[in-house]
């Protein structure tokens, strides 16, 4: 079973509804959940906010968070978790904001760089990764991480 497979097998035993809010992953978290079949009776909704404008406008972001830790950072990813649940009213959220080349990289914060958040009935999650690989690569490894970070907190928030 695939971990797609997985996270919608758990949506579904559990009864709860799911939004992404995706930025260097463009869309890639929710297309992929969107494979599974039955899916749509769980997934709400699919952000794609890759500019700090839409981090802000949409999910909520505070203009603060951006400006002193910048869009590629576990208080970003946090903060989008949180508010594409709020706004969706959903249980379950995944964010994702990072750095997915082939520029843009800095010392401090290179390509591949990528935080993942999980949002799970109230309690949120941010786990920092670095992946290698070309723009492709790290785009999938990132979503592929996320959907399995989201089966872990699921569980962990909601038995088993």
Do not use: W
Not at 22 to 51: D, M, Q, R
Not at 101 to 107: A, F, M
Request: glycine share 10%; with cysteine.
């Amino acid at each position: 079973m695939t971990s797609e497979e997985r996270v919608v097998e758990l949506l579904a035993k559990y009864d709860l509804k799911i939004t992404t809010a995706e930025s260097c992953t463009g869309g890639l978290v929710a297309a992929t959940l969107i494979n599974v079949p039955g899916v749509s009776s769980y997934l709400k909704a699919g952000y794609i906010t890759y500019s700090d404008k839409a981090k802000h406008r949409i999910l909520g972001v505070r203009k603060k968070t951006l400006k002193k830790f910048t869009a590629v950072s576990d208080k970003v990813a946090a903060e989008m978790a949180q508010g594409a649940a709020k706004r969706e009213k959903a249980d379950v959220a995944i964010s994702v904001t990072g750095l997915a080349g082939p520029d843009g990289g800095t010392d401090e914060k290179p390509v591949g760089l990528v935080y993942i958040g999980i949002f799970v009935r109230g309690k949120v999650r941010v786990k920092e990764c670095r992946f290698d690989g070309d723009r492709e690569n790290i785009r999938k490894s990132a979503a592929a991480e996320a959907l399995r970070l989201a089966q872990k907190m699921i569980l962990k928030r909601c038995g088993e």
